[in-house]
T-cell receptor, first 117, second 114 residues
């Protein structure tokens, strides 16, 4: 399966713990996007990364959230000191290296469902 | 402030009939629009897209119409099939600008009844 991989699929954390969500883009894709879907809401953009660079983090909460996409390995979305309001589905998407804009849809992973107790 | 709005949270259609899902946007800088379909416990799947230089794009049973003056787009599915039952998200981007994120609507849940 050459699709976007996310793990874990389900993650349960207690308030104050850290959550790490992983995303492996499709082969050949070097652009990664993270989105969050709160209950009864649409997907909301969080951050856009290329290898080793954060391109746009305008949707990221200013505190406790961070993202990285190292040269080797998956992209990581890290949430420190989780609170109940962080409970959501977190989706990762990837797009190819040569982004032309038009015809360049993003391919989504299955998501990680974070539950904060 | 929602830039992409899907005002109908749900839609029920009989099998074989046409499904019309609507989407409105407020940002005139958007120049690329996409529809995604999402089944429960899965990630969104790309369905069809349209750039702002077109007013219609067709792919099999799916057609997207764009009315730039009204800042409105719609997805037509004809004939509708029970397997089309899913949540449909409209998304928009200004590829000419940030080329980054997509702005999504809240989704419309389509139910196609046999």
């Amino acid at each position: 399966n050459a699709g976007v991989m996310q793990n874990p699929r389900h993650l349960v954390r207690r308030r104050g713990q850290e959550a790490r969500l992983r995303c492996s883009p499709m082969k050949g894709h070097s652009h990664v996007y993270w989105y969050r879907q709160l209950p009864e809401e649409g997907l909301k953009f969080m951050v856009y990364l290329q290898k080793e660079n954060i391109i746009d983090e305008s949707g990221m909460p200013k505190e406790r959230f961070s993202a990285e996409f190292p040269k080797e390995g998956p992209s990581i979305l890290r949430i420190q000191q989780v609170v109940r309001g962080d409970s959501a589905a977190y989706f990762c998407a990837s797009s190819p290296l040569e982004t032309s804009g038009i015809d360049d849809e993003q391919f989504f992973g299955p998501g990680t469902r974070l539950t904060v107790l | 402030d929602q830039q992409v709005k899907q005002n109908s949270p749900s839609l029920s259609v009989q099998e074989g009939r046409i499904s019309i899902l609507n989407c409105d946007y407020t940002n005139s800088m958007f120049d690329y629009f996409l529809w995604y379909k999402k089944y429960p416990a899965e990630g969104p799947t790309f369905l069809i897209s349209i750039s702002s230089i077109k007013d219609k794009n067709e792919d099999g049973r799916f057609t997207v119409f764009l009315n730039k003056s009204a800042k409105h787009l719609s997805l037509h599915i004809v004939p509708s099939q029970p397997g089309d039952s899913a949540v449909y998200f409209c998304a928009a981007s200004d590829w000419g600008g940030s080329q980054g994120n997509l702005i999504f609507g809240k989704g419309t849940k389509l139910s196609v009844k046999p």
